[in-house]
């Protein structure tokens, strides 16, 4: 009966050996290159704790969600692949790397690979210079002036969170019928600036009697935007209930002078 039930404890652990690691146990791992190789392949540079203190016997695979917060290279196995991966630290993320559940780019890191689903990146200085089958977000929890181009490796949503972006020198798709189409989306207090207001200038009145005048103005500066309307309105009160708009030359025949432009969104 003892030998009977010693062999079939040998038959088990047998088993478990056989089944490859990435579809038996899902892990996480921590890639930190501590042997400067910067090789996927290599399972010194992998570990199961963001202290890099437990090191792993083995490298990632389809199942696993790795970190990885330095370089690395993965040409002398070919394809790489993982369920999840979150990048930091200067990063760059390999075009023989592939990740199935979606990807997270934080500090100044890169995607040159393919992600699988979504990809978000952090801050201004990630970069996405690969394939995303899902979408792509940039978000930003503090004040900025991006001055980036969302038309390329897009379609964007940025997300305004807690923070003031001034998309001001950024180029972006408005055309809400567009694949590249930018959304934009504010959480947590957090706003966009898109255009800034236009400037105008109000000119010496001409031809002017007891019954009229010649108003003149000047629009100084369109706000980045397409001028659609330009004029004056005008009014016996200050809630300027009678108004006239006019398109062709800035003037107009009219007894108060204040000056507006009305721009496109």
């Not at 996927?40 to 540079?45: I, K, Q, R, V, Y």
């Not at 899902?134 to 002036?145: F, K, L, N, P, V």
């Amino acid at each position: 009966m003892t030998v009977k039930k010693i062999f079939v404890y040998i038959a088990v652990l047998a088993v478990l050996i056989m089944i490859p690691k990435s579809s038996a146990f899902a892990a996480t791992y921590y890639y930190n290159d501590s042997d400067g190789t910067e090789d996927w392949a290599d399972f010194l540079n992998w570990f199961h704790d963001p202290d890099y203190s437990n090191q792993s016997f083995s490298i990632p695979g389809p199942g696993d969600d790795v970190f990885i917060a330095a370089n690395l290279y993965g040409a002398s196995e070919g394809v790489m692949s993982a369920h999840s991966a979150t990048f930091t630290n200067n990063a760059a993320m390999t075009a023989e790397l592939t990740v199935s559940n979606g990807a997270t780019f934080r500090d100044h890191s890169f995607n040159y690979g393919q992600v699988d689903g979504d990809a978000v990146f952090y801050g201004n200085l990630s970069e996405n210079r690969g394939i995303v089958t899902g979408t792509t977000t940039r978000y930003y929890d503090s004040d900025i002036t991006p001055n980036r181009n969302f038309m390329n490796y897009g379609p964007w949503t940025v997300v305004a969170d807690g923070a003031v972006v001034n998309m001001i020198g950024s180029t972006y798709d408005e055309d809400l019928n567009s694949p590249t189409h930018t959304n934009f989306i504010t959480q947590n207090g957090g706003s966009f600036i898109l255009s800034s207001p236009p400037t105008v200038t109000s000119l010496s009145a001409d031809s002017v009697t007891q019954t009229s005048a010649v108003l003149n103005g000047s629009l100084d500066f369109g706000g980045g935007k397409t001028v659609v309307e330009r004029g004056f309105v005008w009014g016996t009160s200050t809630d300027y209930t009678a108004t006239t708009t006019e398109t062709g030359t800035f003037s107009v025949v009219f007894m108060q002078k204040t000056v507006l432009a009305l721009v496109t969104d």
